[in-house]
């Protein structure tokens, strides 16, 4: 297909374009024809929030750094608790409980709390 290419349209000049293609009474296909380009990939522009007018891309609109970190476990012992001697009970959020009696493997039940708290 001889004289076939591609072209590269430039950020500022594809902002221009939906710019144009977005003012009132003009279709996407008017301005397409202008431009002798199809009016999908104008339609793709004006998708993409760096091109499409209307869409702040200034300073106050960049990515900040964030760390999500595990929220604290609220710990408490109640020393008034009426539970067996040899018996513990752990309270976790959402109101679940896990009561161990004695003789209970700790290294088992440190593993269940960790699987259930990740």
């Not at 202008?34 to 891309?57: E, V």
């Not at 020393?79 to 976790?92: K, S, T, Y």
């Amino acid at each position: 297909m001889a004289g076939c290419h591609r072209r590269h349209w430039s950020a500022d000049e594809k902002r221009s374009i939906c710019l144009q293609a977005a003012a009132p009474g003009v279709s996407v296909a008017q301005v397409a024809r202008r431009y002798s380009m199809n009016a999908n990939l104008i339609f793709k522009w004006l998708r993409d929030p760096r091109f499409a007018p209307g869409c702040d891309t200034g300073a106050g609109s960049d990515f900040l750094p964030v760390e999500i970190g595990r929220a604290p476990i609220d710990v408490s012992v109640d020393a008034g608790d009426d539970l067996p001697a040899g018996r513990i009970r752990i309270e976790l959020a959402g109101g679940h409980r896990i009561v161990a009696e004695s003789g209970f493997d700790a290294e088992r039940l440190g593993r269940l709390l960790k699987a259930w708290l990740s």
